[in-house]
């Protein structure tokens, strides 16, 4: 029995670590830095990427490390009041989602 307890208990917390790794944010030095490595995009580009996407007005932004992948998030609020989330790989400004907040 706590044979099986320790080994549910490492399932869970190899589970929460590897989430721990999926999903990273970027503090805004090394963001700085992959901008002047050339590994993402400039914000300002990324931005107007993500506004010609879904016009309005940009209310915040945020850059995760997913799987590997540098993420750009940015919420814009169209002229209806409604919010947006548009999701871009910030090396390149592919769209990767572009989706009505809920």
């Known amino acids: 029995m706590n044979k099986a307890i320790a080994l549910t208990c490492a399932a869970f917390l190899s589970l929460g670590s590897g989430a721990l790794l999926a999903d990273d944010d970027v503090r805004l030095d090394e963001a700085n830095t992959l901008i002047e490595q050339g ?4 914000f300002e580009e990324l931005n107007q990427k993500a506004l010609s996407v879904q016009p309005g007005t940009i ?15 940015v919420e814009i609020l169209d002229g ?9 790989d910030a090396s390149n400004g592919e769209v990767l989602e572009h989706k009505q907040d809920n």
Do not use: A, F, S
């Open 39 to 42: 590994t993402i995009m400039n």
């Open 59 to 73: 209310t915040d932004t945020d850059l995760e490390k997913v799987y590997g992948r540098y993420v750009y998030q």
């Open 80 to 88: 209806q009041g409604q919010e947006w989330d548009v999701d871009m």
